[in-house]
């Protein structure tokens, strides 16, 4: 097993896979790291405490607790798992999500369509462009398609008339929460209001240039930042285990 022990990405946007792809492979020559994914049908309803629960099955299986990863929708899917079950947990990074954990970049969709009461498309192109700045990483048309998808399993009860919302806490397990320099699609308030429940160790930080998919763009800087965090995390383990025996003696 890796020094930093097993890694699963947890995803909630199983069409938009390919965004998450070159951090993972980066991670991949460091530790073991598997993928986790909810994939939703039409017929079943937006929940996401089903999500949490699917997951919680999953994790069950594992020997030992886990790091923990994920971006968006499925980094928020996660932050309720380790607020939940905090046993199953070693650590947990998340990526461009806010404090208000619901706020993905569907509210960006939505709020188009209210304020402005622009079609579906015209909606999703503003998306689209708030959250990748006209620098896409693939076809437009492909990116359309992915993204109406994703909207389609979304475990959150978003839609034109209302958005969730989800309690405004904290975690008890290492935390590291990673977002954006220029993100347009959570603000400054969205990543910073995240002081107020961070414990002392955890981690805040912005990746220099990066939007909201940062981690497809710049998958070396993410990489080398979440292996300082493991590498933190197993340091202070050792510390305390030394301090233990110091007593003991």
């Known amino acids: 097993m890796s020094m930093y022990g097993e890694a699963i990405w947890v995803s909630g946007s199983p069409s938009l896979r390919g965004l998450s792809t070159p951090l993972v492979n980066k991670l991949i020559n460091y530790t073991n790291i598997s993928g986790w994914e909810y994939i939703q049908t039409l017929d079943e309803p937006a929940c996401i405490d089903t ?10 299986t594992k ?3 886990v790091n923990l990863i994920g971006h968006g929708i499925g980094g928020t899917i996660a932050l309720m798992l380790a607020r939940q079950y905090p046993h199953l947990v070693k650590s947990l990074t998340l990526l461009s999500v806010a404090a208000q954990p619901a706020k993905t970049w569907h509210v960006n969709y939505y709020q188009q369509r209210q ?3 622009l079609s579906k498309t015209e909606a999703l192109l503003n998306t689209l462009n708030n959250v990748f700045r006209n620098k896409y990483p693939c076809c437009l048309y492909n990116l ?3 993204f109406y998808r994703d909207l389609e399993n979304l475990p959150l009860m978003h839609s034109i008339l209302k958005t969730e919302s ?10 590291m929460v990673c977002g954006g320099q220029i993100d347009m699609i959570l603000g400054y308030p969205d990543f910073h209001e995240w002081k107020k429940y961070l414990k002392p160790e955890d981690i805040l930080w912005k990746c220099p240039q990066g939007g909201h998919f940062f981690h497809y763009f710049y998958p070396e800087i993410v990489t080398q930042q979440i292996l300082h965090f493991w590498k933190a995390q ?4 050792v510390e305390n285990r030394e301090l233990v025996i110091s007593n003991g003696e």
């Open 51 to 60: 999500a949490v629960e699917l997951l919680h099955s999953y994790l069950q």
């Open 63 to 65: 020997e030992v607790p």
């Open 115 to 117: 304020i402005y009461t």
């Open 144 to 146: 359309i398609d992915n």
């Open 166 to 175: 989800l309690p405004l806490e904290g975690v008890s397990v290492p935390l």
């Open 234 to 237: 197993k340091s202070e383990v």
